[in-house]
Nanobody, 123 residues
Framework: QVQLVESGGGLVQAGGSLRLTCKAS????????MAWFREVPGQEREFVAF???????TYFADFAKGRFTASRGNVNTVYLQINVLKPEDTAVYYC?????????????????WGRGTQVTVSS
């Protein structure tokens, strides 16, 4: 069983930066592919970024390219660095883990989810 806990969200002004952290626990978490999604109330959960279990491959949603960076720390931690934050980045950001992920941007490919961390960007 993998447990995920996100942190690092908060209220920030447009143009600022945040680094979100996802800490994972579980016996085989180091073998899991990880992803970040975000969700705005009333809208579907949206893919943000993917990082492979080895950290060697990353993929980003079009809106995230150039401003978002995903990385792995130790085997149990992944990060999402968000720069030049925009009001439209306001959402709850979720960390997800999946063993065999074939479609990296599809939420149903992931087996485990955290509870999310709120990011609010003021204009």
């Amino acid at each position: 069983q993998v447990q995920l806990v996100e942190s690092g969200g908060g209220l920030v002004q447009a143009g600022g930066s945040l680094r979100l952290t996802c800490k994972a626990s579980g016996p085989t978490v180091k073998n899991y592919n990880m992803a970040w999604f975000r969700e705005v109330p009333g809208q579907e959960r949206e893919f943000v970024a993917f990082i492979s279990w080895s950290g060697s491959s990353t993929y980003f949603a079009d809106f995230a390219k150039g401003r978002f960076t995903a990385s792995r720390g130790n085997v149990n931690t992944v990060y999402l660095q968000i720069n030049v934050l925009k009001p439209e980045d306001t959402a709850v950001y979720y960390c997800a883990a999946g063993d065999a992920v074939h479609v990296y941007y599809a939420a149903d490919e992931y087996d485990y989810w955290g509870r999310g961390t709120q990011v609010t960007v003021s204009s």
